[in-house]
């Protein structure tokens, strides 16, 4: 058992910068690979980011290369996702989640968190 809880989201202008954070408590975070989807209104859900359990391997989705980066900090069972070069584009509910394997369908995350909102004005 996973609990996630986002934070960070608010309202910046185009080009501007956000670093979310994911907390995690219950299960070790550390056995977990995490990830960073959003949902825009009236779209499906959609990857954004990954990170392994160990920090070693990420990926990203084409929208986020370049831009954004996601870190992990074990120690304090967090997860990052930092944001530059912020496009209206990137407006949405952004979601942590996580699971045993890293993966870019969400189908194959067990555990979400509630969302926080990135609202990007041009």
């Known amino acids: 058992q996973v609990q996630l809880v986002e934070s960070g989201g608010g309202l910046v202008q185009a080009g501007g910068s956000l670093r979310l954070s994911c907390a995690a408590s219950?299960?070790?975070?550390?056995?977990?690979?995490m990830g960073w989807f959003r949902q825009a209104p009236g779209k499906e859900r959609e990857f954004v980011a990954t990170i392994t359990w160990s920090g070693s391997n990420t990926y990203y989705a084409d929208s986020a290369k370049g831009r954004f980066s996601i870190s992990r900090d074990n120690a304090k069972n967090t997860v990052y996702l930092q944001m530059n070069s912020l496009k209206p584009e990137d407006t949405a509910v952004y979601y942590c989640?996580?699971?045993?394997?890293?993966?870019?369908?969400?189908?194959?995350?067990?555990?979400w968190g509630q969302g926080t909102q990135v609202t990007v004005s041009s």
């Open positions: 989640a996580a699971d045993r394997v890293a993966g870019i369908a969400t189908y194959q995350y067990h555990y």
């Open positions: 219950g299960r070790t975070f550390s056995s977990y690979a």
